[in-house]
Nanobody
Framework: VQLQASGGGLAQAGGSLTLSCTASERTFGFSTYAMGWFRQAPGTEREFVGAISRNGGSTVYADSVKGRFTVSRDNAKNTVYLQMNSLKPEDTAVYYC????????????????????WGRGTLVTVSS
C-alpha cells in the first residue's frame, strides 16, 4: 500500500496550505482506517499533528495546531486532507500521513507506533 502526500511548499507566515494524502490501491480499504498526520522538523522527533476517524466524524489535534489546522477526508477518493491556516514559521517541517486500525478514542492514536502505513512526506516551509 502506498500513501502519497502532496501539496507542500513555501508559504508566508499567516498564510495557508492544504496537504493531500491519497492511498494508491483500491483494495487498501481506506475507509476502514483512521488517518493521521505527523510532522518532523530538522533535528527534532516526529510529532503528532492530528487524526480523523474512519467515517470522518471525529478528529483530534495537537495543542500546537488546534484551531489552525483541520483534518478531513473523502473516502470515495481515498484521500485525507490537512488544511493549514495561520501558518507560523514553527510549522516548518516534513509532513507525513499515516493509517491506523486504532480508534481515536485511545490516546495511543497520538503516537507514531499506532500507525501501520506511512506516506513519504511532503515539505512545508513557512517564512517569517
Amino acid at each position: 500500500v502506498q500513501l502519497q502526500a502532496s501539496g507542500g511548499g513555501l508559504a508566508q507566515a499567516g498564510g495557508s496550505l492544504t496537504l493531500s494524502c491519497t492511498a494508491s490501491e483500491r483494495t487498501f480499504g481506506f475507509s476502514t482506517y483512521a488517518m493521521g498526520w505527523f510532522r518532523q522538523a530538522p533535528g527534532t522527533e516526529r510529532e503528532f499533528v492530528g487524526a480523523i476517524s474512519r467515517n470522518g466524524g471525529s478528529t483530534v489535534y495537537a495543542d500546537s495546531v488546534k484551531g489552525r489546522f483541520t483534518v478531513s477526508r473523502d473516502n470515495a477518493k481515498n484521500t485525507v486532507y490537512l488544511q493549514m491556516n495561520s501558518l507560523k514559521p514553527e510549522d516548518t517541517a516534513v509532513y507525513y500521513c499515516a493509517a491506523t486500525s486504532s480508534s481515536l478514542v485511545f490516546g495511543y492514536i497520538r503516537t507514531d507506533s499506532a500507525y501501520a502505513y506511512w506516506g513519504r512526506g511532503t515539505l512545508v516551509t513557512v517564512s517569517s
